[in-house]
């Protein structure tokens, strides 16, 4: 007969299965974690676990992530086996002396976001706007933008070239931020994410700010159509 209860190996608590997550590398298909367990694990793990020494690269005032460093001087040693920088997103137009860095980057935003290279530097000064950290060095802050007003077209399961109308612009997001805004405008987002309260904030600032544009724009429209 099959048994009714397990005992977490976390808590030490005897509790009916019903309180347990499905597994498929244990041989009872059930987690040995309860799920109250598991979920605290999972949120210490997203908040960066437990945060006690600091990185050991002179001047890092960051937490070790792996090995003594932080997670972006670990990412730099894993890439290339050693802390310092040695290449960024503008190395690889290095080749192509017509391509410049900065005028593909403009003529992009431009195209994409309606956006200036000067708008989109002012934007970026201070980081994500919703968790306030700086990318990595090889890496750039993502533009935001309102998807029910300029979704995302797909063909063949590929995601075509983005083009906005520019009025549905938002802040500037890194990745994680960006795509925990999207899963909260799906209502996907578990309710303990620990910054559901600033994408919130977040969301419902530019709901507003873009529902001002767009009476604006149709107020200067109207101007100019009598």
């Known amino acids: 007969m099959a048994a009714k209860n397990k005992t977490c190996i976390k808590c030490n608590k005897e509790l009916s299965l019903k309180m347990f997550y499905k597994s498929t590398i244990t041989k009872d298909g059930i987690d040995y974690y309860c799920k109250e367990c598991r979920k605290s694990s999972s949120l210490s793990s997203h ?15 960051r937490y070790t992530y792996a090995k003594t460093l932080c997670r972006i001087h670990y990412a730099r040693w894993d890439r290339n086996g050693s802390v310092e920088l040695k290449y960024t997103i503008k190395d690889s137009y290095a080749e192509y002396p017509s ?3 900065e005028s593909v980057r403009r003529r992009r935003l431009m195209y994409t976001y309606k956006i200036t290279l000067e708008k989109y530097e002012q934007m970026a000064i201070g980081g994500c706007e ?3 950290e700086n ?4 890496k750039i802050l993502h533009v935001d933008h309102d998807h029910k007003c300029c979704p995302v077209k797909y063909v ?3 995601a075509r070239k983005l083009k906005t109308c520019g009025v549905c612009i938002r802040g500037v997001l890194c990745n ?3 795509a925990a805004v999207g899963r909260y405008e799906k209502g996907v987002m578990r309710k303990d994410y620990p910054l559901k309260d600033k994408i919130v904030k977040y969301v419902q600032k530019y709901n507003q700010l873009i529902s001002d544009r767009i009476d604006t724009n149709d107020k200067i429209t109207r101007n100019r159509t009598r």
Do not use: A, T
Not at 135 to 138: D, F, M, Q, V
């Open 130 to 132: 919703i968790c306030g």
């Open 47 to 61: 908040r960066g676990g437990v945060k006690k020494n600091k990185c050991s690269v002179k001047e890092c005032q």
């Open 156 to 158: 063949n399961g590929n």
């Open 135 to 138: 990318p990595y060095e090889h």
């Open 99 to 101: 391509m410049k860095y």
């Open 176 to 178: 994680r931020c960006n």
